[in-house]
């Protein structure tokens, strides 16, 4: 499995952190890094050597500084033009489906200023909205960020070398342990840590979009509000829930159990879910979950059944 690593930091040999990430993401096998500023400081991007790079990837990294709420320009400039039409997306805009999308960025503030209450009011995945949905019109299997905050150092002032080198490495063991599990996983593996995933999504009520991405077309969907089928089934359950419980809430798996089934996988979770209404008033379930998954000729996962009961 190639990984490859799309390094962009304006000031490479000033930072700390992304230097520190690169280097060590560079010694391991299969990896290749481009560091695009490198590349091109004149922002002016050879579309056919990036895209001819991406193309020979299994996994994609995307290694950045988090300036501004947001990723370097370079960064910028290098999407608009690299994941062009009939490359990334359109009629024939497939070359990249299936392939592993991971952002993985360096956060200079402290976690608390990320709440509702912080200084910087939202949490760090909203943020990242547009990246995620990029990956899915590309097609291709987002995974969950990886990020370290205070990984910024100003002598005297905050932090000290030391720290955020050794924050750094703490990211890069994150990394690393993504990209083995992901070369080693079986398909017990990858659907539990899909179900993490897809759960850790409805805590936040994320976009359908995410959702509808992993159900299959014309997929039977039982909730205690009734049957549905496939993707328009799903945002119409979706939205009925979203204006019943407020964000933020807590899904928790108490079990989940995996059984290979004719070519598809059987899924039964134990699920306790503590949530707060609309109107105020806390809510709590416990559920089980009856899945049937199936995981595609190009390792994506597909729901074909998603049944939920309510137990005492």
């Known amino acids: 499995m190639k990984t490859l690593v799309i390094l962009s930091h304006p000031k490479l040999e000033e930072s700390i952190a992304n230097k520190k990430i690169a280097e060590e993401l560079q010694k391991k096998e299969n990896v290749e ?17 990036e895209q001819k790079a991406l193309l020979t990837a299994d996994t994609v990294i995307f290694q950045y500084p988090f300036w501004w709420y947001n990723m370097p320009a370079i960064l910028k400039v290098w999407f608009d033009e690299v994941f062009c039409f009939n490359f990334a997306f359109g009629p024939e805009g497939d070359k ?14 402290p976690a608390d200023a990320y709440t509702p209450l912080g200084y ?9 909205k547009p990246m995620e949905q990029t990956a899915y019109l590309a097609q291709m299997n987002y995974l969950a960020p990886v990020y370290e905050h205070g990984m910024v150092y100003i002598p005297g002032v905050y932090n000290t070398k030391e720290a955020v080198e050794e924050r750094a490495l703490q990211q890069t063991t994150q990394i690393i342990e993504i990209l083995d599990d992901l070369e080693n996983e079986n398909p017990e593996i990858k659907i539990k840590s899909f179900a993490k995933q897809w759960f850790e999504h409805f805590d936040v009520l994320a976009d359908d979009g995410y959702f509808n991405n992993y159900i299959a077309n014309g997929a039977k969907l039982q909730f205690a509000e009734g049957e549905f089928v496939g993707h328009e089934g799903f945002s119409e359950w979706y939205a009925g829930i979203k204006n019943t419980i407020k964000p933020n809430n807590e899904h928790r798996i108490e079990s989940i159990n995996v059984v290979a089934n004719n070519g598809h996988y059987a899924v039964d979770l134990s699920v ?19 899945w049937k998954v199936e995981i595609t000729r190009d390792g994506r996962i597909k729901i074909h059944e998603y049944i939920v009961n309510t137990v005492n």
């Open 33 to 49: 890094v481009r560091d695009i500023f490198a590349l091109y400081p004149d922002y002016k991007i050879n579309v056919e050597a």
């Open 96 to 109: 990249l489906k299936g392939k592993n999308f991971l952002l993985s960025f360096t956060i200079g503030g």
């Open 120 to 128: 910087n009011h939202f949490r760090v995945e909203e943020f990242t």
């Open 272 to 290: 306790k879910l503590k949530a707060e209404k609309l109107s105020g008033e806390p809510l709590q379930l416990n559920v089980k979950e009856n």
